[in-house]
């Protein structure tokens, strides 16, 4: 009993004496840890176009009225909200001048101006956030900017709601004939993600490649894009006319978890809406989220050599490897070009293409080439090789060429 007294007396001494001071100790840091989740609350940049007030983006009244100055001040964790109206990068006539992205800042659009949260906005037809180049004399294309948005070695972007237009690159330097729309560049072994939600990409021109986008991932850079509803259309360029992916020594995986796609865009070589450059120990992956979301579309595409839709080329022991599993209706439809109609596929110098296509539906394609088949076209030289799965795939014959609408070649596989 004396002994049980004398532990209870402990007991108490030092809950009394010394359970303040070990509370401290414990609390400093989670009181600390607080302060910090408090402060990394996003912090809200406001744009709108005729604002009266500060020019501070503090709120809707002391907007930015200019969509480049709260890039500028905008830092990691920020959010810029922006109204329905256009914007340009530039007010003056300098064709390089391109609305800059930034790590870790998301860019919002569709706002009328006096929500004070992102479910407030009411999303009108009339109300749309436009990006776009046609700086200088309105409606003339030719001093348009190089290049709408662009963004190097960037990472945790979030574009929503946006409509990129009228890029023109037709510049002087490499770089500046690419990506008239939306150009972005990453190297360098890292990651790096980039989310598009109801992203529109159109009207966009480059000499070379990838009218609406050009995308670089070299140097070991591991880019990883997701596509919600986000269209590339009505663009041209030499090559992709709407997309172009440039990987070496790269890897790139793309995820679709809502119909997105490319329409009416052309290629004045090859790949009339998508082109793929796949080498040096590359790695591209394409799938969507789950068999129960649809996938990218290629529709209405054309292009003058190579790949009415999407074209394909991998070389150098690279590899590259396509998941699509569709759910409707949407696939690869209504393409042209002289060779491939639909799709055409490429391996060299020991490359390997995995394609797997399930529930696509082919349809419609032409190829007027006089041995190139309207659907897909598989080219293995040089000991590269190519196998293509196809699963369930709907009306996957309805493709022109004098009967021919497939070329079926070794590791072609089809599930019908």
Do not use: H, M
């Given at each position: 009993m004396k002994n049980k007294r004398l532990c209870l007396l402990i007991g108490l001494l030092f809950s009394f004496f010394f359970r303040p001071l070990f509370c401290a100790v414990l609390t400093e840091p989670v009181l600390q840890t607080a302060t910090k989740i408090a402060s990394i609350a996003p912090k809200i940049i406001r744009v709108k176009l005729d604002a009266t007030g500060a020019n501070n983006g503090t709120s809707w009244q002391n907007a930015y009225k200019e969509l480049t100055d709260a890039l500028a001040n905008a830092e990691a964790?920020?959010?810029?909200?922006?109204?329905?109206?256009?914007?340009?990068?530039?007010?003056?006539?300098?064709?390089?001048?391109?609305?800059?992205?930034?790590s870790g800042v998301a860019i919002y659009g569709r706002f009328e101006g006096t929500e004070n949260s992102l479910q407030e906005r009411t999303f009108r037809v009339a109300v749309t956030t436009q990006l776009s180049g046609d700086i200088g004399r309105v409606s003339d294309s030719t001093d348009n900017s190089y290049h709408v948005v662009r963004g190097e070695n960037i990472s945790n972007v979030l574009l929503e709601n946006i409509r990129i237009l009228d890029g023109n690159a037709n510049g002087a330097s490499l770089d500046d004939k690419k990506g008239a729309g939306l150009y972005?560049?990453?190297?360098?072994?890292?990651?790096?993600?980039?989310?598009?939600?109801f992203v529109l990409i159109d009207r966009c021109t480059a000499n070379t490649e990838g009218g609406a986008a050009y995308i670089s991932c070299k140097r070991e850079a591991d880019c990883r894009f997701n596509f919600y509803a986000t269209s590339f259309d009505h663009s041209r360029a030499n090559l992709g006319g709407s997309l172009f992916w440039d990987l070496d020594k790269g890897k790139c995986s793309i995820q679709t978890t809502y119909f997105s796609g490319c329409r009416y865009s052309e290629a004045r070589e090859s790949g009339g809406g998508v082109y793929i450059?796949?080498?040096?120990?590359?790695?591209?992956?394409?799938?969507?989220?789950?068999?129960?979301?649809?996938?990218?579309?290629?529709?209405?595409?054309?292009s003058i050599v190579k790949g009415g839709g999407l074209y394909l080329v991998s070389s150098d022991s690279s590899m590259a490897k396509f998941n699509w599993k569709q759910a409707s209706g949407l696939g690869i439809e209504s393409n042209q070009s002289v060779n491939g109609g639909g799709v055409y596929i490429e391996s060299l110098n020991g490359a390997e293409n995995n394609l797997s296509f399930e529930g696509l539906q082919l349809e419609a394609n032409v190829a007027s080439g006089n041995d190139c088949k309207g659907g897909v076209f598989s080219n293995n030289a040089i000991s590269g090789k190519s196998i293509l799965q196809f699963y369930n795939c709907r009306r996957f014959f309805v493709n022109s060429l004098i009967n021919n609408p497939l070329l079926i070649g070794k590791g072609t596989v089809i599930y019908n």
């Open positions: 964790g920020d959010q810029i909200w922006i109204t329905g109206d256009r914007y340009y990068p530039t007010r003056g006539t300098d064709r390089s001048a391109s609305f800059i992205l930034k972005l560049s990453f190297s360098g072994n890292a990651v790096y993600n980039i989310d598009c939600r450059r796949n080498a040096q120990k590359s790695r591209f992956e394409w799938r969507n989220a789950d068999s129960n979301s649809e996938v990218f579309s290629i529709q209405d595409c054309k």
